[in-house]
Structures are given as C-alpha cells and as structure tokens.
C-alpha cells in the first residue's frame, strides 16, 4: 500500500497556476535553453507550454523565463533570477510536503 501526493498551487480564485507539469517544463528550458524543446521533449505543443508559462508569469507577478524569439542567430530561453529562485523554493516546498506525508502515513499506516 502506498499513497500518492500531488501538489497544486491555486491562485486567489482557486484556479490552478502551477503544479509538477509547470515544475518539469521549467527544468527542461533550464537544460535545454529551449521553451519549444522542453515543450517537444514533453510531448506538448509550444502554444500550450507557452500559455502554462504566461499564467504563472501572470499570477507570481514576474517573469520566470527570459525568451528570445528566434532569427539569424537562433533563439532561446533561459530561467531568469526569479525563475530559478521560484523553482528551488517550489521543489522545497514540494518535498517537504512529500516527508510530512510519508510520516503521517507510517503514523496511521504501520507495517504489520
């Protein structure tokens, strides 16, 4: 037996603006320097990461991503100051959530 946690941020209206999806696209710009590569490696168009981005960007009140739009000299994203601060403190958050509920679990749930 076992439990599954699924941690989702809401904004003040109770609409999801960020969660594990968001987390993981997020990752992947950081290692690729890519939006439309961590899109395409997630197996998700670019309108829709773009518009998961957007929201959060909307809702945190600052930009996570710095996107240049491509041309001659190719494109990209990077994480701005923020972006990865916001991460760090979400991943921590999340984790942290993930111990307490693995203690509650064995508390209520001892192995026989």
Known sequence: MRTYLKIIL?????NKFFGEGPYRL????EETGS?????????MAYT????????AEEVLGYPLTH?????ASG???????????????YESYRNACISAE????DDFFPQQ
């Open 48 to 55: 829709k990461a773009l518009k998961m981005l957007k929201r």
């Open 35 to 43: 939006l439309r590569s961590a899109a395409m490696s997630m197996n």
């Open 75 to 89: 494109g990209g994203s990077h994480l701005t100051k923020q972006g990865k601060e916001w991460l760090e403190t």
């Open 102 to 105: 693995q203690k509650l679990f």
């Open 26 to 29: 997020l990752r992947l710009v």
């Open 67 to 71: 996107r240049i739009t491509g041309g």
């Open 10 to 14: 809401l904004d003040d209206d109770g």
